[in-house]
């Protein structure tokens, strides 16, 4: 058998035998242990019948550990550790069992896939149009992404994908985007007669469907019949540390591989997920219904002693407040302001128009005597575009303060909610939440959902700043759900110097697909992701590692170049490019350099 170590830092494959009492029990993807250089280390069987060398005597495996991965997913960490540069013996552990597992239950019989429920009824438009999207993407042996507003029903789309699979072998993959919705959904599908699990050694064992956030793309299931991402934009897919693949492109892979139909879908699918895809979306007037009402107020020329609270906000709070019910737990007003990374706007101190980039939109800031721009690199002279004065004023804020400042506008207690907090009573309790962008996890629902400045997200220096707009704004109108599902008031507000923007134009009606189509020709046209795939370098080996890469990069077009906080950018045409550059570059030895494939935040 040829072993991968679980030693990261010790790609090289190994032979061992296995003892003749464990040869009913060691395939490929089990897990051993072996002695290696005088030590005992854990690993799996990536290859079986192997002949070693001649004169050689391979050592016997010292123990017989369990259960993993099955074949096809071993096969897979190895692509992936091509994809995202990291070890395979990475992706290996997130594909194996929290504890070992040297026993399997016996899985549900085959009628528990097939299940009977009431279809759609012919009263139910929208039901029924999303359950016909669903059906033509689940006979499809293609990759479908379904364009689907905030307030839709998610379940009829896997119950959907549940029915098309049933003619084929094997289990359905569905991924979601916490652990959360796993067990909410689970319990659904469950509760209708459905064998769903979220547990690996049932995954192992054949379940039926398997359902599960990050790393359940990984699932050992022994063979794939279909796949479904739910809110394929969720940025939780994507792993933090290096190597920092994304779960949903571990899925496209593994249902390409077998060949079958893989469905994702989203509200506000992001450019590098739409383009190229076979996109289907409901009719108009269905997709506009399944949007919360979006307020926008125009703060460009407000009285500067109103702060971040115009009186449009206040009015809505005022409501949302009087119609609350003591007797009942509240439904709170959500307030969002995004502090983190040091996030400042230049505005005109004459006008108060915010300082953009005239080529990509983004903010720009002030460097010297010049504007530039921090996405694009162009500069321009340090004058207002619109009204042609010099001086700049900085427009900043902390949500600390600002949580004071609602709290003694209103009356009422709030709550400061952000990602370094940890979940409080005092958050069930009361009846406004201010924070980060991380209040909208934390709450199921909301009677309205204000952004105080929405500009700080929308024009932040970042390639991917419309694509992270649009899914805080699809979120939000989750939470209040559909226009003319609740009260006239509620309501998603944004206060904003650019009430223009077409983002928010597109927002307000209903319909994104037009701004998501304009999004694309100008990445198309300026070269970024997903017209051409990057990779950051960064750590105290970064900058040899770099030279390394563009010298050897130079005759398949790779370019790299050194960013501001001193990491270095490299930009390739496509992954093929990019991944074999960068699995034929050395790496050095220890902990000094970080690789991360398809970054975010740049």
């Not at 959360?180 to 769903?196: D, F, N, P, V």
């Amino acid at each position: 058998m040829r072993i991968r170590t679980d030693v990261a830092a010790l790609p090289k494959l190994f032979d061992y035998a296995v003892p003749d009492s464990w040869l009913d029990e060691v395939i490929v993807g089990t897990r051993v242990r072996a002695v290696l250089h005088g030590r005992r280390v854990g690993g799996w069987v990536v290859q079986d019948d192997v002949t070693p060398p001649p004169g050689v005597t391979p050592q016997p495996l010292t123990k017989w550990s369990g259960w993993g991965p099955p074949p096809r997913v071993v096969e897979l960490a190895d692509w992936a550790a091509w994809r995202w540069a990291g070890p395979a013996s990475f992706f290996l552990k997130v594909a194996s069992p929290p504890q070992l597992v040297r026993s399997l239950p016996t899985p549900p019989s085959r009628s528990a896939t097939e299940a009977s429920f009431p279809p759609p009824t012919d009263e139910d438009q929208n039901e029924n149009e999303i359950d016909r999207l669903a059906a033509a993407a689940g006979g499809d042996a293609r990759a479908s992404l379904l364009r689907l507003p905030p307030a839709t029903d998610l379940l009829d789309v896997v119950l959907a994908a549940v029915r098309e699979a049933a003619t084929r072998t094997g289990g359905v993959l569905v991924l979601v985007p916490s652990l959360g919705w796993a067990e909410r959904l689970t319990g659904r599908l469950t509760r209708r007669g459905y064998g769903a699990t979220t547990d690996w050694a049932e995954a192992r064992a054949g379940w039926p469907i398997v359902v599960g956030s990050r790393a359940t793309a990984w699932a050992p299931l022994p063979q794939l019949a279909a796949a479904v991402v739910l809110d394929a934009h969720d940025e939780s897919y994507r792993e933090e540390s290096a190597p920092t693949y994304n779960a949903v492109d571990v899925v496209l892979e593994r249902a390409h591989r077998d060949e079958v139909p893989c469905i994702m879908t989203s509200p506000v699918p992001p450019v590098t997920r739409s383009a190229g895809a076979v996109v289907k979306d409901l009719t108009r007037p269905l997709e506009r219904e399944g949007w919360a009402t979006l307020e926008v107020v125009n703060r460009r020329g407000a009285d500067p002693r109103t702060g971040l609270f115009s009186e449009e906000f206040v009015r809505l709070a005022r409501t949302v407040l009087d119609t609350m019910s003591p007797s009942q737990p509240p439904v709170p007003l959500v307030c969002i302001y995004n502090r983190t990374g040091g996030a400042r706007l230049l505005a005109c101190a004459s006008c108060g128009v915010v300082a953009q980039c005239e080529r990509c939109g983004a903010a720009v800031r002030k460097v010297g005597e010049r504007l530039l721009c921090p996405r694009c690199g162009q500069e321009r002279p340090l004058v207002c575009a619109a009204c042609g004065r010099l001086r700049m004023k900085t427009l900043r804020a902390g949500v600390t303060r600002l949580r004071e400042e609602v709290s003694a506008l209103l009356g009422v207690d709030v709550a400061e909610v952000s990602g370094a907090n940890t979940a409080g009573e005092e958050e069930g309790r009361a009846p406004v939440l201010i924070g980060t962008e991380a209040v909208l996890h934390r709450v199921r629902r909301a009677a309205a959902v204000a952004f105080l400045d929405i500009d700080l997200h929308l024009l932040a220096p970042r390639f991917s700043a419309s694509d992270e707009t649009l899914v805080l704004l699809a979120r939000a109108s989750r939470l209040v759900g559909a226009r003319r599902a609740g009260p006239t008031w509620a309501r998603v507000l944004v206060q904003t110097r650019v009430s223009e923007h077409p983002l928010l134009t597109a927002v307000a009606r209903g319909e994104p697909a037009d701004f998501i189509a304009g999004e694309e020709e100008m990445r198309r046209a300026a070269g970024l992701p997903p017209f051409s795939a990057l990779a950051v370098l960064s750590g105290p080996q970064a900058d040899g590692y770099a030279a390394d890469v563009e010298r050897d990069g130079v005759p398949n077009g790779v370019t790299v170049s050194a960013l501001p906080d001193g990491r270095h950018l490299v930009k390739a045409a496509d992954h093929a490019a990019l991944c074999d550059l960068l699995a034929s570059v050395p790496r050095p030895a220890g902990r000094g350099l970080r690789v991360e494939v398809d970054p975010w935040a740049v």
